[in-house]
């Protein structure tokens, strides 16, 4: 198993511009979700799904869109990137959608917005 | 709404001594909780976990944390570091069913000195 892998490593962008970072996993985990990680905030919740074709916001969804329409992927699309959206983007996925499950995390994206 | 302090930002302690790493967190119902350990230009990954029963929860590397919810803490420790803990570790909460957020904490910085 390749567990939860994530695309691209590095990205830059020009504040404006629009991308998807891609999240996949390969264990039929039913629930997914997106995290930035920033100096001295820890990771905070932007969206996460509990299954294909349902998702919900997390403590950060601002300017983040989600969808979810198998139980492998999970992209995260940055309309309009701004220099405020420069972080690391961890994707992670759970067998279940109970609070007790572990959650599994992907190498991360680092984007920088100019 | 449930929270999680992290007391120390960063922890300098020399190898082969004692280490005990500070969490607390705030919740209005029963929690489950969460120490994950992020080593460099890494994603997360579980240390150990407390869901119920038993307060002292053994996990990975030779790590153990206590559950204490008359003082809401759950701290982590382990009794002599190696170098290779040097790492980012994370205390998280999450509460519920059918589509949980898991809260982190700031993150605490351990670092392992010869």
């Known amino acids: 198993n390749a567990g939860v892998t994530q695309t691209p490593k590095f990205q830059v962008l020009k504040t404006g511009q629009s991308m998807t970072l891609q999240c996949a996993q390969d264990?039929?985990?039913?629930?997914m979700s997106w995290y930035r990680q920033d100096p001295g905030m820890g990771l905070r919740l932007i969206h996460y799904s509990v299954g294909a074709g349902i998702t919900d916001q997390g403590e950060v969804p601002n300017g983040y869109n989600v969808s979810r329409s198998t139980t492998e992927d999970f992209p995260l699309r940055l309309l309009s990137a701004a220099p405020s959206q420069t972080s690391v983007y961890f994707c992670?996925?759970?067998?279940?959608?109970?609070?007790?499950?572990?959650?599994?995390f992907g190498p991360g994206t680092r984007l920088l917005v100019l | 709404a449930q929270s999680v302090t992290q007391l120390d930002s960063q922890v300098p302690v020399f190898e082969e001594a004692p280490v005990e790493l500070r969490c607390n967190y705030s919740?209005?119902?029963?929690?489950?909780l969460f120490w994950y350990v992020q080593y460099p230009n890494q994603g997360l990954q579980l240390l150990l976990k407390?869901?119920?029963?038993?307060?002292l929860v053994k996990g990975i590397n030779g790590f153990e944390a206590e559950f204490n919810k008359s003082q809401t803490s759950f701290h982590l420790r382990k009794p002599s570091v190696h170098i290779s803990d040097t790492a980012e570790y994370f205390c998280?909460?999450?509460?519920?069913?059918?589509?949980?957020?898991?809260?982190f904490g700031a993150g605490t910085r351990l670092f392992v000195k010869a």
């Open positions: 998280a909460v999450s509460e519920g069913t059918g589509g949980f957020k898991t809260i």
């Open positions: 407390y869901l119920s029963g038993s307060t």
């Open positions: 919740s209005s119902v029963s929690v489950y």
């Open positions: 264990m039929n985990h039913e629930y």
């Open positions: 992670a996925s759970s067998r279940g959608t109970s609070g007790q499950e572990t959650q599994y």
